[in-house]
T-cell receptor
Framework: GAVVSQHPSRVICKSGTSVKIECRSL??????MFWYRQFPKQSLMLMAT?????????EQGVEKDKFLINHASLTLSTLTVTSAHPEDSSFYIC????????????FGPGTRLTVL | AQTVTQSQPEMSVQEAETVTLSCTYD???????LFWYKQPPSRQMILVIR??????QNATENRFSVNFQKAAKSFSLKISDSQLGDAAMYFC???????????????FGKGTHLIIQP
């Protein structure tokens, strides 16, 4: 199947700093990618849809100025958590649809963000 | 908005036995996709099985099968001959079929933690 990577896998930062997380589709192109957030022992919640060449679409309740998304190319989307605070600590997962009849989404391995 | 409900936070089954995980959903759409994903301790999401709403036949993938009841908006997962490697969180998920390129985000249930007893 198609492969999606994320970098870094873990990041620890101080409160008030910004953190960038990369999501790459390694063997296919993706005009759309999705960003999810998963708190401990909870489900994945869709945060936003990243669109290559246009603005991201954010789900209700997600602050677009805090979670900046840039879909720089057909294989790369980045999520920047700006002015991070401890409540932003979470597991962030991206996914990308790989086309085909199901347009199956392939998930990255996730990034664990800890804000001190 | 669509919602997905998994009412079993945790299930336990003896190795080699069969277990069924429940999922119900709510939607006003007539065409959509349903999925079961597995999330082992590594946190990597793995697709287990998928079902298109317009298909009446239940999907099967080796030891995994679903019971899709569209009118009841129910989508349960049956795991036969449970193996130790099946231990994981299982998430039921919904995706609309109406977006232009089929590229819609997934709506997930809260998950069921499956424990396999040796």
């Amino acid at each position: 199947g198609a492969v999606v990577s994320q970098h870094p896998s873990r990041v620890i930062c101080k409160s008030g700093t910004s953190v960038k997380i990369e999501c790459r589709s390694l063997d296919f192109q993706a005009t759309t990618m999705f960003w999810y957030r998963q708190f401990p022992k909870q489900s994945l919640m869709l945060m936003a849809t990243s669109n290559e060449g246009s603005k991201a679409t954010y789900e209700q309740g997600v602050e677009k100025d805090k979670f900046l998304i840039n879909h720089a190319s057909l294989t790369l989307s980045t999520l920047t958590v700006t002015s991070a605070h401890p409540e932003d600590s979470s597991f962030y997962i991206c996914s990308a649809p790989a086309g085909g009849s199901y347009n199956e989404q392939f998930f990255g391995p996730g990034t664990r963000l800890t804000v001190l | 908005a669509q919602t997905v409900t998994q009412s079993q936070p945790e299930m336990s089954v003896q190795e080699a036995e069969t277990v069924t995980l429940s999922c119900t959903y709510d939607t006003s759409e007539s065409d959509y996709y349903l999925f079961w994903y597995k999330q082992p301790p590594s946190r990597q999401m793995i697709l287990v099985i998928r079902q298109e709403a317009y298909k009446q036949q239940n999907a099967t993938e080796n030891r995994f099968s679903v019971n899709f009841q569209k009118a009841a908006k129910s989508f349960s997962l049956k795991i036969s001959d449970s193996q130790l490697g099946d231990a994981a969180m299982y998430f039921c998920a919904y995706r609309s079929a109406y977006s232009g390129g089929g590229a819609d985000g997934l709506t997930f249930g809260k998950g069921t933690h499956l424990i396999i007893q040796p």
